[in-house]
C-alpha cells in the first residue's frame, strides 16, 4: 500500500522565536489537519533546556515554561494532537534536552544541519569551507547516533536543507557531491537498527527532483531507515502545498506505508 500524507510531525507555532505569527495559532494548525484529513500532528517549537548548559541567546529564552504555553492543545475528532519540540545540536556536539526531560515530550526532532548558526553550531573556521561542512553532516549525524537516546520517538530534521549551506545552491550541492555513498550506507543502516524516525520536510522535498538530493533519501529507504512527514511551518502559508509536496515526494521515492515511521515503535 502507497504511503500516505495522514500526519505531520514538524510544526511551529507562533511561540517559536523564528515564527513569532499570531496566526500560526494551535487552533489554526489543527484547522490545517482538519482540513486535510490528517490523523495525527506534532508541535515542535525551539527548545533548549534550562537544565543543559550552553544555549544560545537566541536559544536561552526558548526553554520548557515558554513553549508548554501551547497547552492545553485543542482537539478534534480523529486527529491526535501530540506536544513535541525541536531542539538542536551544538558545535560541542551536545543536545539540548536533558536526559530526565525527554518523557514531557510525545516527539522530539534533533536536527543535524543547522550549520547556519556560526559560533554555536560550528566554528569560524568550520564555516569557511564546503568540504568541512561535509564532513560536519557525517560526523553530527553519526555522533548523534552514537547518543543514548529513546530513538523510537526521535525523529532526525531535514538532512538536505538549505541551513547546510546558506544562500549557496551551488555550494550545497558540493557539499552532498563531497558525501560518499559508503558514509552514507554506513549512517543510514546504523538510523534504520536503531528505529529513529528520518523527515521528509516539506522544504527539502521541493528539490527532491535534483539526483544529490534524492540520493540521501533513496539510500535511506534501501538501508530500511522510515519516514515521517513535516512540513516545518512557522506561518500558515506553508500548510497551503504541503499535500503536493508530499504526494510528489512520495513518488518518486517510491514510499509505501511499510516505510512510514510511528512514533513508539520498535
Known sequence: MKFTFDHDLHIHSTLSSCSNDPEQSAERILKYAVDNGLKTICITDHFWDRRVAGASDWYDPQDFEHISRIKPLPTADGVEFLFGCETDMDKFFTVGVDATRYDDFDFVIIPTTHLHMTGFTLSEEDAKSNARRAELWVERFERLLDMDLPFSKIGIAHLTCSLIRPNDRDGLIEVFDMISDEDLVRLFMRAAKLGVGIELNSCDMCHIDSSEMRRVYSTAKECGCKFYLG????????????????????????????????????
Open 231 to 266: 512540513t516545518d511551518a512557522h506561518h500558515p502559508a506553508a500548510f497551503e502545498k504541503a499535500k503536493a509536496i508530499f504526494e510528489h515526494a512520495i513518488d518518486v521515492l517510491g514510499l509505501e506505508e511499510s516505510d512510514k515511521f510511528h512514533i513508539g515503535a520498535k
